[in-house]
């Protein structure tokens, strides 16, 4: 090796030993911001868009959703097709529901909801709701007379729109409300109301299929979708097919499929992140380059000095990009640090309260390597542009400034 | 008579200034010889042309027209690269604000521009042997601000001097110094120049410091008088 090529590391070595150490942590620290910059916004995007889809798998639809094949308005037989599916490879659990067309109706008001018949011990491993009760209780599977409902249809709070012109209003656990089937009413009370966060969860209401039965001593063992949960998330495509191999000749559809305006939503919200994200990196990028540009900038009379006494510029540039590498790096891992011991852990207990959802940060591996990069290039980028501006300026002008 | 060799010839060179729209001529048809051994004084007024001349000398600028022959080649119409590898290996420029990087001990600065040709190992005994021959071997390790301006002015001549320059050139290197600093630094000019056959040569304002020269050029509004 020439021996030359030891001065970049020998002089960046030096400087950062023995230059201000306030400057030094000062620029380490801004380093370090621009880089949890970066990652905070994408983190808090896709904690939002998992928080959005994971109220959509524990509230709705479960991983997996199995409608009627087409043609026919139930799947019959729903205890035999649920043995089957659970008995099937990465299945956790299934739940079927009946959806009972029906009315609801409560001290003069009145309104069409979802109303599903279950097995509320099903239910329990499939979806979240049992754990969402916010006044009451569960429902009993042998319960005949109770009814479980959703916080939007008892809520008395004020939307946007102004009050809710559906909801109950008011109605609460203990009171009775009809169930209008066919042309006939059937009283049920209300043994407990649940909040989800997720609308589309909170507009449903809960009957079990023992109390079905009284209502259309008819009904035998019919569902009009069956959700299913798996081991493993992101396996749905393998698990699905292996339903079908197991013979399984419903409908079946991933929890993406099932909620196809649910998962544009969450497209639209991964599109203001991409928009945010690129904002985000500009904003970290011109700190970056900013906060080298100066510390470079004001080392001008040293580059001249190193170039008057015969340092050849390639390598006064070279201790320049490692300094600036190193700057990056060290920020980069004394944001990393602060980012996972400290900012992480506090959203982690302390959540964004989103109308839909609890959001947390979530970080993608993908993004935080692509973000790393990026500072740590831009970092060089920062250190090198002046640094070659500064080489190839008038020996003079380098030394003592413009004549 | 044995003849001199001259190590640098410098024929007619003409430096103007640009300040904006303003032009300000800092040379005039300057010409000179400087012989190998010589101690040269360059003296004037501010603002005369001194530290123009010498910037042409040491090859950190370049005239606007004229030549300057160092051992008989033309050393304005070189390449940059060409220029900085005189400087390092053939010239020794001292700056009158010592120019020393801040960060880097008496002994690394001295060394600095000898990395450039050999390994550190060897580098770090030479500039102990120069540091030593300016009399500085026990504040090796000391960085710029724990030297006085006598001291520092010392490391940016043992920094010059690392390379065996066939010239060294000193820009007002008393100017920052008390007088017994001063004298102290003309003195180890002195004994380059005498025991070492060192050329130098040397700006000063300085009526006193003159003596130490052999010759002495004068220079009035960008012209030798």
């Known amino acids: 090796?020439?021996?030359?090529?030891?001065?970049?590391?020998?002089?960046?070595?030096?400087?950062?030993?023995?230059?201000?150490?306030?400057?030094?942590?000062?620029?380490?620290?801004?380093?370090?911001?621009?880089?949890?910059?970066?990652?905070?916004?994408?983190?808090?995007?896709?904690?939002?868009?998992?928080?959005?889809?994971?109220?959509?798998?524990?509230?709705?639809?479960?991983?997996?959703?199995?409608?009627?094949?087409?043609?026919?308005?139930?799947?019959?037989?729903?205890?035999?097709?649920?043995?089957?599916?659970?008995?099937?490879?990465?299945?956790?659990?299934?739940?079927?529901?009946?959806?009972?067309?029906?009315?609801?109706?409560?001290?003069?008001?009145?309104?069409?909801?979802?109303?599903?018949?279950?097995?509320?011990?099903?239910?329990?491993?499939?979806?979240?709701?049992?754990?969402?009760?916010?006044?009451?209780?569960?429902?009993?599977?042998?319960?005949?007379?109770?009814?479980?409902?959703?916080?939007?249809?008892?809520?008395?709070?004020?939307?946007?729109?102004?009050?809710?012109?559906?909801?109950?209003?008011?109605?609460?656990?203990?009171?009775?409300?009809?169930?209008?089937?066919?042309?006939?009413?059937?009283?049920?009370?209300?043994?407990?109301?649940f909040k989800t966060k997720f609308n589309t969860a909170d507009q449903r209401g809960f009957i079990t299929q023992e109390a079905l039965k009284k209502m259309n001593p008819g009904y035998v063992d019919e569902a009009t979708s069956i959700s299913v949960t798996i081991n493993l998330e992101g396996d749905e495509e393998n698990v699905m097919q292996s339903l079908k191999d197991r013979g399984v000749r419903e409908n079946i559809y991933s929890w993406q499929q099932a909620s196809s305006l649910m998962s544009s939503v969450s497209d639209s919200f991964l599109s203001i992140n991409v928009i945010l994200s690129i904002f985000g990196v500009l904003i970290a990028a011109i700190t970056v380059f900013i906060v080298i540009y100066i510390d470079i900038s004001s080392r001008r009379q040293e580059i001249g000095i190193l170039r008057a006494i015969g340092i050849r510029p390639y390598l006064?540039?070279?201790?320049?990009i490692i300094l600036s590498a190193v700057y990056s790096v060290a920020g980069v891992l004394l944001g990393t640090v602060l980012f996972f011991a400290i900012?992480?852990?506090?959203?982690?207990?302390?959540?964004?309260?989103l109308p839909i959802a609890d959001a947390k940060l979530l970080v993608n591996p993908g993004d935080f390597i692509a973000?790393?990069?990026?500072?740590?290039?831009?970092?060089?980028?920062?250190?090198?542009?002046?640094?070659?501006?500064?080489?190839?300026?008038?020996?003079?002008?380098?030394?003592?400034?413009?004549? | 008579m044995q003849q001199q060799e001259t190590i640098i010839q410098v024929n007619k060179i003409f430096k103007t200034y640009r300040l904006g729209e303003v032009h300000v001529p800092a040379l005039k048809n300057v010409s000179l010889t400087i012989h190998k051994g010589d101690f040269l004084i360059?003296?004037?007024?501010?603002?005369?042309?001194?530290?123009?001349?010498?910037?042409?000398?040491?090859?950190?600028?370049?005239?606007?027209?004229?030549?300057?022959?160092?051992?008989?080649?033309?050393?304005?119409?070189?390449?940059?690269?060409?220029?900085?590898?005189?400087?390092?290996?053939?010239?020794?420029?001292?700056?009158?604000?010592?120019?020393?990087?801040?960060?880097?001990?008496?002994?690394?600065?001295?060394?600095?521009?000898?990395?450039?040709?050999?390994?550190?190992?060897?580098?770090?005994?030479?500039?102990i042997e120069v540091l030593k021959k300016v009399?500085?071997?026990?504040?090796?390790?000391?960085?710029?601000?724990?030297?006085?301006?006598?001291?520092?002015?010392?490391?940016?001549?043992?920094?010059?001097?690392?390379?065996?320059?066939?010239?060294?050139?000193?820009d007002e290197p008393t100017a920052n110094l008390d007088s017994i600093a001063a004298k102290d630094v003309l003195k180890v000019f002195k004994r380059l120049n005498e025991h070492d056959q060192s050329t130098i040569v040397m700006i000063t304002h300085e009526e006193e410091e003159t003596a130490y020269g052999h010759r002495i050029i004068k220079l009035a509004d960008g012209s030798l008088v």
């Open chain 1, 1 to 193: 090796m020439k021996a030359e090529y030891k001065i970049p590391f020998i002089l960046s070595w030096k400087h950062l030993l023995r230059s201000n150490k306030w400057t030094l942590s000062l620029i380490i620290f801004f380093m370090s911001i621009a880089f949890i910059n970066m990652i905070f916004v994408p983190s808090l995007f896709n904690g939002i868009v998992d928080g959005f889809n994971k109220q959509i798998i524990t509230t709705t639809t479960g991983n997996i959703l199995i409608t009627p094949r087409d043609g026919k308005d139930f799947i019959s037989d729903s205890s035999e097709t649920i043995n089957r599916i659970e008995s099937t490879d990465g299945v956790t659990a299934a739940s079927a529901q009946m959806l009972v067309p029906g009315t609801l109706k409560f001290d003069g008001k009145k309104g069409s909801w979802s109303i599903y018949a279950i097995n509320p011990d099903q239910e329990k491993k499939v979806t979240t709701v049992s754990e969402k009760i916010i006044d009451g209780e569960y429902l009993d599977p042998s319960d005949e007379t109770g009814i479980l409902l959703g916080n939007d249809i008892t809520s008395t709070e004020t939307t946007n729109e102004g009050d809710n012109p559906f909801s109950l209003k008011g109605a609460s656990v203990g009171d009775t409300v009809a169930v209008i089937f066919g042309n006939t009413e059937y009283e049920f009370t209300i043994r407990g109301i």
């Open chain 2, 42 to 127: 360059i003296t004037g007024r501010n603002g005369s042309g001194k530290s123009t001349l010498l910037r042409q000398l040491g090859l950190l600028d370049k005239p606007d027209s004229g030549e300057i022959l160092l051992k008989n080649k033309d050393v304005t119409k070189m390449p940059e690269r060409e220029r900085a590898s005189i400087r390092l290996k053939r010239l020794g420029y001292i700056f009158q604000e010592y120019a020393l990087i801040a960060e880097l001990s008496a002994v690394e600065n001295v060394m600095l521009p000898a990395m450039m040709l050999e390994s550190s190992a060897s580098c770090r005994k030479r500039a």
């Open chain 1, 316 to 320: 006064i540039r070279a201790m320049y």
């Open chain 2, 135 to 170: 009399g500085l071997e026990y504040k090796i390790k000391n960085l710029p601000r724990q030297l006085s301006g006598g001291e520092q002015q010392k490391v940016a001549i043992a920094r010059a001097l690392i390379n065996h320059p066939e010239v060294i050139f000193a």
């Open chain 1, 343 to 353: 900012i992480v852990p506090y959203f982690n207990a302390h959540p964004f309260v």
């Open chain 1, 371 to 403: 973000r790393l990069e990026t500072l740590i290039w831009v970092a060089i980028a920062a250190g090198l542009v002046p640094a070659v501006t500064i080489t190839r300026t008038k020996l003079l002008d380098a030394i003592w400034g413009s004549k």
